[in-house]
Structure formats: C-alpha cells, structure tokens
C-alpha cells in the first residue's frame, strides 16, 4: 500500500486545490501514470502514481483544499490486506481536508423573509404572470406605476433587458476557478504597484543571430531575460522574497520560473540558481527542454516547485505591455511584451529601433518605487549590453 500525498510545490505553498481525479476508485494504475491534478496558487501540475496497483481509495474529492504532506488517495499493491488498508484510512484524518466549495442553504428565517419581500412589493395581477412564465425576479424590477406598483410595461422592459444578456454561457469552474480564486487572492492581499520601462533590443536580436549563424543555435529570448533577471536580482535581493507573518524572509537560492501557457493550464517551470548558470547555451538549453516538456506535461515535481521570481512573456502573441499579477508568495513579477520597431531619438537624430517593453509588479508593502524603478533599470542596462554577460 501506498499514499498520493499533497507535494510541496513551492517555498510559500501550504496547501493545493484537487482539480481533476483521472482515475476513479477500483480502477488499475501504474507507477508514473498520472493520477491527479492540483493546482497551488496559480499554477496546474499533475501528480504521477507512486506505484502500481489499484486506486483502492480516494481521500480528498475535487476542489477540496488540502494540506502540504497530507494523503489525498491510498493505491493496494499486490498482496495488499483491505482491512488493513481501512484500519491505515481511519487513523488518517480527513477532518482538514474540508470542501473548498460549500453550498449554503437559506436559513427557514431568510427564506420566510424573502417571502414576506416578495408579498409587500406592489405588482399588477398580468404584470406578475407575465413575470412568473418568463422567470423574472421582480424583487430586482423597480416599478413606475402609483407608489412604485410594477406595471406590465415594466416586466416587459424587464424581459428585453434578460433577452438583450443572453449569450453563450461557461461555468466558471475547474482549473478556471481555482486560477479566478487565486486570482482573486492576490488582489485582496497584495498591493500590487506595475511600472513599465522601454528598451533597446539591438545586442538581444545581435546575440541571437551571431549563435545562430556561427554555432546554429536557437537561442530563446526567454534564456536572456532569464539570465538578464537573475543577475539583475544579485544585486536586489529583495525581490527575491516572500512574506512571512511580520517577516520578509530574503531568499538564498534565486530561482526563476517562466509562466508557460499549454493546453492543460498554466505551468511554471523553475530555473534553480539561474543567477548561477554562467553558460548561456547550457542555460538556453535548459530553457527550451523545460518548455517543451511543460508543453507535454512532462515536468517532475522538482521541476516546477520552489520557484522565487517569475517571468510571464506575451511578446510572441504581439502584446506590447500588461500588468502581470504577482503569485502569492512572492514579491514581484515581471511581464515582458513584444519587440517591435519604432522611431527613437538618439543624440538628437531619430533612428529606427528595436524596442521592447518590460513590466514589472511589486509587492508596495516591500517594495517602494525607487526601488522597483532601480531594479527594472538595472534589468534594462543588463539586457541593452547582454553581449558581456556571455
């Protein structure tokens, strides 16, 4: 026998949200296959079955928030006793693995009020049949008649008003909700301050196309924005941070997660140490591998977990900036948009340019502007002379 536990994706993460069960109760799996999806403040990721066997029992349903370390399922290997797997259930509290989504029902008190509402508002006797077939609420419809009677003419309105609404309509549910949740969270919690600073591409596109005609190598932007980041958060070490309490706790490792868009949901797969990988082909390789393998929902564990900074780029879908909300966690995030050209003013001639647009999110309770203003200017210099980084 053996548990699926609740991983512990990232420094700050204390829980995750089940998403999807791929397998139900009774049912075969083998080790590696994917069993189930999580979600931790923005991010999806698949947990992977720790052996093989039979899904003998799922512990936490979909959308239940559960502890980091906590069992979500119990696979029976081979020779497996079930009464001693149900002995192993009972001592394993499920009491903190509590429904995310709870349904209240009206209480009899709110109910009979609702009741007492609906009698005291003023209605003719066709107005209201006219609302009770179409399902309109008239608690929602001011009327115009006598003393604020509602009249035919008023439901009518009513009635164009609903028609004039309908469209398609999707739930807002599954990875999608969670994402709105956390989404959500963020806004609440963080007081979130965007600046947006322009900058010169020319050494970035130079960079990129000497590797490739010497050494044919397809060098990401990605891999320059990441080394760029990195070296940039050396010499700010507060953006590598997160909350604790009373507590900002600084970072030792600087590891840089670029938010990367698949079929399945969002996925960030971490660079450890970027700050430390001075190789740009070894980095540049290790850039494209993660997102291919992100793309393929491939990634372990390791892969996507502790991640301390991250990098959302829209260039490649022609977004030129956009305020980038930061995962709770962490203390800024850094949105790049595409690199187009445009006429610039050098030395008192206008030149034509390749510009690009970086956005960087801070976290104001940690960060004041100067300091954010110092830290994208200094991410700017190390992208315009990326040339004596390599």
């Known amino acids: 026998m053996k548990t699926v536990i609740m991983p512990k994706l990232d420094l700050a993460m204390d829980s995750g949200t089940i998403v999807e069960w791929f397998k139900k109760e009774g049912e075969n799996v083998q080790e590696g296959e994917r069993v189930v999806s999580i979600m931790t403040q923005k991010v999806t990721y ?13 512990l936490a349903p979909v959308n239940a928030e559960v502890p980091v370390g906590k069992p979500i399922a119990v696979i029976m290997e081979p020779g497996d006793n079930a009464a001693d797997i149900e002995r192993y259930i009972k001592e394993v509290t ?4 509590v429904p995310k989504i709870v349904t209240k029902e009206p209480t009899v008190e709110a109910r009979e009020e609702a009741k007492k509402e609906i009698l005291r508002i003023k209605i003719s006797p066709i107005a209201k049949k006219l609302a009770e077939e179409h399902g309109i609420d008239i608690t929602k419809i001011k009327g115009t008649g006598p003393e604020g009677r509602i009249t035919k003419e008023d439901v009518l309105n009513a009635i164009k008003e609903l028609e004039a609404r309908k469209g398609k309509v999707t739930p807002l549910a599954g990875v999608r909700k969670i994402i709105a949740e956390r989404m959500t969270l963020s806004h609440k919690t963080i007081p979130p301050v965007t600046y947006s600073m322009e900058l010169d591409a020319t ?4 960079v990129r196309n000497i590797l490739k005609e010497k050494e044919n190598i397809d060098l990401s932007y990605n891999t320059l924005l990441i080394m760029a980041v990195a070296k940039a958060i050396r010499d700010f070490p507060i953006f590598n941070a997160t909350i604790e309490e009373e507590n900002i706790r ?4 600087i590891n840089i997660g670029l938010a990367v868009a698949t079929d399945y949901g969002l996925v960030v797969p ?3 140490n970027a700050d430390k990988r001075e190789n740009i082909r070894e980095l540049n390789a290790t850039v494209k591998d993660l997102i291919e393998r992100a793309r393929q929902n491939k990634l372990t564990i390791d892969e996507v977990s502790n991640g301390t900074f991250i990098i959302t780029n829209l260039g490649m879908f022609g977004v030129d900036m956009f305020t980038p909300i930061i995962f709770p966690g962490q203390v800024a995030i850094l949105g790049v948009g595409r690199i187009v050209e445009k006429p610039v003013a050098v030395s008192g001639q206008v030149m034509i340019k390749p510009m690009l647009t970086l956005s960087l999110t801070a976290d104001h309770r940690v960060i004041d502007g100067a300091l954010a203003a110092k830290f994208l200017r200094k991410i700017k210099e190390n992208l315009e002379n990326i040339h004596l980084m390599i």
């Open 46 to 58: 698949e947990i992977n079955a720790p052996t093989s066997g039979v899904l003998y029992k799922i």
């Open 94 to 97: 499920v009491e903190e693995v």
């Open 203 to 206: 050494q970035m596109i130079a």
């Open 250 to 253: 600084i970072l030792d490792e």
């Open 270 to 272: 971490i660079i450890h």
